[in-house]
């Protein structure tokens, strides 16, 4: 079997396709292949094999822009990075383009590349496409087999710590949840939540993810007690009018307080029955917990409208975070999300930071919160017990020092 990455190239001019030739022949881990013609792209296995899609927008037969709509019909899962002789406002919309259709944009290039660039383009290829998070997209699950599934308890509970974003040190964690497939491995939530909520047992998954979260919180107060746990919750579940009392029950059962669960709420649908959706909010609240705003900026609500809501903090997707460093249009977003939500008390967590740039770009801004692959990933209730154990204490001998 061949291990080494593919890198396919697709741009009408023979010399940037030598170019890239010559310079990816220097890399031991990678292989190249370069197409002139788009079509003939299309047509190859090559495209379903790559592990990143080098694609230049401006071409005389087929053009990007058309590029990327095929790629979207045949579903192609690889990292895409635009290639231009020149960057401008047409990149970034196309890269807004490729995104609406689902496609990942990674990188915008400048011809002719350099090989620093070329490495920089290797280095995420090696960090950011770990095996384990790949979704397994192929399969479908039955609401059968994911209802069986639910009562022998096969869904787990995995933790994303969450970081202050001035010192550093972990205050919390998002919940996610993770199935253990007999046969699959581990499987995501893109393979199960839309048929849970379909058939009306994603409250199921809910309960027993807080209750997994709560033992964890229970058997390690010494180290725990000062983290705020997220939780997500489907809008789905907010037509249950009991669920406030539900909930806090779940919290009295295993002592914890409600004040240490904060409660995700994405924000798409969530104006739909906005009657019904604030009387469980605010009796939520009553009851001790904290709201959340989830994947903020993806949905159509306006900050105003939900000045309506009682949240507390106010997630932002992270399709705005990954590359605000690069995209000046990711920043302006953010930084007007952060001016509005700040002036409305409410806290921002930025989601999805991969890297230092991003990083240093959402502190500007006044960010309370970081979340992402840069700090950690999703991980085990083992793995997460670890982090926080030498974690915390790091940075309490840190800023001792
Ligand atoms: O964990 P992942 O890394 O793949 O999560 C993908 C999406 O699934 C996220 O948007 C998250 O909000 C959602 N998700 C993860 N766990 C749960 C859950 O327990 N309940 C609900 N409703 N959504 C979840
Ligand atoms: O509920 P929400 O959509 O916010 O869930 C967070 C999702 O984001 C989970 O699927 C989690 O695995 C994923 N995630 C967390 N950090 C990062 C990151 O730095 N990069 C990317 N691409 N995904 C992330
Ligand atoms: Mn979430």
């Known amino acids: 079997m061949n291990e080494k990455h593919l ?20 890399q031991r881990k990678v292989r190249f292949k370069g197409f002139i013609d788009g079509q003939q792209a299309l047509l190859s296995q090559e495209l379903k094999n ?9 071409m005389p037969n087929i053009d990007g822009v058309e590029m990327l709509r095929k790629f979207a019909e045949l579903k192609v899962q690889a990292p895409i990075a635009l290639l231009s002789g020149e960057s401008n406002l047409l990149v970034r919309n196309t890269a807004t383009l490729a995104q609406l259709h689902g496609l990942s944009i990674i990188s915008c290039l400048d011809k002719p590349l350099s090989a620093s660039k070329l490495n920089e383009l290797l280095r995420m290829l090696d960090s950011g496409l770990k095996p384990e998070e790949k979704p397994m997209l192929c399969k479908r699950y039955g609401s059968d087999e994911i ?33 253990n497939h007999g046969d699959d491995g581990l499987v995501l939530p893109s393979q199960f939540i839309n048929i849970m909520e379909d058939n009306g047992i994603i409250h199921l998954l809910s309960t027993s993810l807080l209750k997994q979260t709560l033992s964890l919180y229970a058997s390690n107060r010494a180290i725990l007690s000062e983290l705020k746990f997220s939780i997500n919750l489907s809008v789905i579940e907010l037509s249950d009018i009991k669920l406030p009392e539900k909930l806090s029950a779940i919290c009295e059962d295993l002592c914890t307080p409600t004040s240490n669960i904060i409660i995700e709420i994405t924000e798409s649908l969530l104006l739909k029955n906005i009657k019904q ?21 993806t949905g159509y609500s306006s900050i105003k409208q939900l000045n309506d809501l009682p949240f507390d ?20 977003i953010i930084n007007n999300t952060c001016e509005m939500a700040h002036q409305l008390g409410l806290e921002v967590v930025a989601e999805g930071v991969e890297t230092i740039e991003d990083l240093l770009v959402v502190q500007s801004y006044g960010v309370e919160c970081v979340q992402g692959y840069y700090f950690y990933p999703p991980c ?20 001792g020092s």
């Open 147 to 179: 209802h069986d599934a639910l009562i022998r308890q096969e869904f787990s509970a995995f933790f994303q710590p969450k970081v202050a974003s001035a010192s550093g040190k972990v205050i919390g964690a998002e919940v996610l949840a993770r199935w």
């Open 7 to 26: 890198i396919v190239a697709i741009d009408d001019s023979k010399i940037t396709l030598t170019q890239l030739e010559m310079l990816i022949s220097n």
């Open 380 to 399: 085990s209730p083992f793995d997460f017990l670890q982090i926080i154990k030498t974690s915390n204490t790091q940075v309490l001998s840190s800023s």
């Open 277 to 297: 959706a604030l009387d469980i909010l605010l009796r939520l609240k009553l009851k001790g917990f904290n709201l959340s705003i989830d994947d903020f900026g």
């Open 50 to 58: 790559a592990a990143i899609i080098l694609l230049d927008i401006n």
């Open 313 to 332: 903090e106010l997630k932002i997707d992270r399709c705005f975070v990954n590359g605000c460093a690069q995209w000046e249009n990711k920043r302006i």
